[in-house]
């Protein structure tokens, strides 16, 4: 009878763990939690699953997960709900999934630095009290994946990664969403991050005009715009400079009478000399006056912290790399792409550029570990797939953006519709200023512009890391959420 127990223990187990390692197609495990928000005590509902893609036949091409929470006993039908989205392309919805709106955050200090043991806290400052929130996580991140046909063959990449092709699935994606969980009737909002600036640019358009859904807000936060990325014209090179600014105050490397003053005492006089000054002399190239050319060196000098000869040597076009490089060469340590705050140690102070990411080696090691504790033991959704904090997404198809005019067009078709931009100051990939310059060169105009409003905060890529700015910055989506509220009046103009 021993011998036979052990046999039968033997095939269960070997039953078990011959599973196949796929993620489910479309399944959902329901938890249920309670927090303390703002003071408040609320009760909300998890909901962790997979959700497929379907094609123009009705094939499941690939499923998504996602994390739904949505306040208890509720009348969701007429709660404002948020879709968060992160970037890359490639990146998962784990950075603020478990770091700003959601109910959890990882264990940091106060000014955002990760701190052992890994793992996560309730977050007080989460927009569940104002709003329930989907995190999605597109093709190849997190524990989302293509899924094969009949024939056991994966679908067409290009259905997937590029710039149209990700916005028009994941709009099919949601319509299927708000259908299933009967959302249609609240009030709609998006949320993205970095890359996800664009893709919810170029969702607000794609939802109203094919998927007939229209939206509230759109919140870019931390926006990359490859409208600008993308040229080699001097408006890129030109924007960088405030944010110099920035990071070099920061890091105490500007001089006596401008580290004297407040950041935004100083910002405003740099965004303007940027505008009026810098962009048309790095435009001139070589026929630019040396009288000029040194004026507008020892100004960018003065405002970066950088050497006036390291500024005319690179003909005053400063690549952000060597800056993150430069400042600090001289006690030898780099400072940080995504989070200017951040130092790094490199192995050799000659170079003109970082060895690595700074900020983003020290989010890895402590996100990785928090979000797959977190999703597998306190929201039950058992897999053994990895999840991909950055999947498998190239090449990615880069041609015909039209995101940043498919806000405009939604907006105008909108009253409704209000944008809010939220920046780091000390972001040096995605920079504030460039923030601004793409809503302005989105509405030419100037006739929606007061149906737009940006927030900025003293930290970086993630500004919701640092304590204070994740407070400021969740009451800002707050009042966001309020102010963009129709109050029962028509949508006209």
């Not at 931390?222 to 405030?242: C, F, G």
């Not at 944010?243 to 580290?259: C, E, I, M, R, V």
């Not at 102070?349 to 033991?377: Q, V």
């Not at 900025?456 to 009451?475: F, P, Q």
Request: with cysteine; glycine share 6%.
């Amino acid at each position: 009878m021993k011998n036979f127990c052990l046999f039968i223990a033997t095939i269960m187990t070997s039953l078990l763990f011959a599973q196949t390692k796929k993620i489910p197609l479309d399944t959902m495990v329901v938890t249920n939690h309670a927090i303390n928000i703002n003071g408040q005590n609320l009760a909300y509902q998890a909901i962790a699953g997979t959700q497929p893609v379907w094609n123009d036949k009705g094939e499941p091409t690939a499923t998504l997960f996602y994390t739904y929470y949505k306040k208890s006993n509720s009348e969701k039908e007429k709660r404002p709900i948020v879709f968060s989205f992160n970037g890359g392309p490639g990146s998962a919805s784990v950075w603020m999934h478990i770091a700003y709106t959601g109910p959890v955050i990882l264990n940091m200090d106060e000014e955002g630095y990760p701190v052992q043991p890994y793992g996560v806290k309730d977050n007080p400052h989460s927009i569940l009290d104002v709003a329930d929130i989907v995190f999605v996580d597109p093709v190849n991140t997190g524990f989302s994946r293509m899924v094969e046909d009949k024939d056991g063959k994966l679908p067409d990449r290009k259905s997937f990664f590029g710039i149209n092709a990700d916005i028009s699935y994941l709009a099919e994606w949601m319509n299927t969403f708000v259908t299933r969980h009967n959302r249609w009737e609240s009030p709609k909002y998006l949320i993205g991050e970095s890359y996800g600036g664009p893709r919810v640019m170029g969702l607000s358009r794609e939802l109203q005009n094919n998927q007939w859904m229209y939206l509230n807000g759109v919140i870019l936060v931390s926006p990359a715009d490859y409208k600008i990325y993308s040229t080699d014209q001097p408006i890129y090179s030109a924007l960088n400079l405030p944010y110099f600014t920035a990071a070099a105050w920061y890091q105490n490397a500007l001089s006596p009478a401008l580290q004297q003053k407040d950041l935004l005492e100083i910002l405003p006089e740099v965004e303007d000399y940027t505008i009026n000054k810098v962009m048309p002399a790095i435009a001139k190239g070589g026929f630019i006056s040396e009288s000029e050319r040194n004026e507008i060196a020892e100004k960018m000098s003065l405002y970066s912290g950088l050497d006036k000869s390291s500024i005319i040597d690179h003909n005053l076009n400063i690549p952000t790399s060597f800056f993150w490089k430069e400042l600090r060469r001289k006690d030898g340590y780099t400072i940080g792409r995504l989070d200017s705050r951040y130092l790094g140690i490199d192995k050799m102070t000659a170079g003109d550029r970082p060895d690595y990411n700074a900020e983003l080696t020290s989010w890895l090691h402590s996100f990785t570990p928090a979000i797959n504790y977190y999703i597998r033991e306190k929201l039950k959704f058992k897999t053994d797939i990895k999840y991909n904090m950055f999947g498998d997404v190239h090449p990615w198809d880069r041609q015909n953006d039209r995101t940043r005019d498919g806000l405009r067009q939604a907006m105008a078709q909108n009253p409704y519709l209000k944008v809010l931009v939220q920046s780091g100051y000390y972001d040096g990939a995605t920079t504030y200023f460039a923030a601004k310059y793409t809503v302005g060169q989105m509405d030419p105009s100037g006739r929606m512009k007061d149906r737009v409003s940006f927030k900025g905060y003293r930290s970086g890529h993630m500004m919701y890391l640092r304590k204070e700015d994740l407070k400021s910055a969740t009451d800002d989506i707050r009042q966001f959420i309020k102010d963009s509220d129709s109050k029962g009046k028509p949508a006209k103009y």
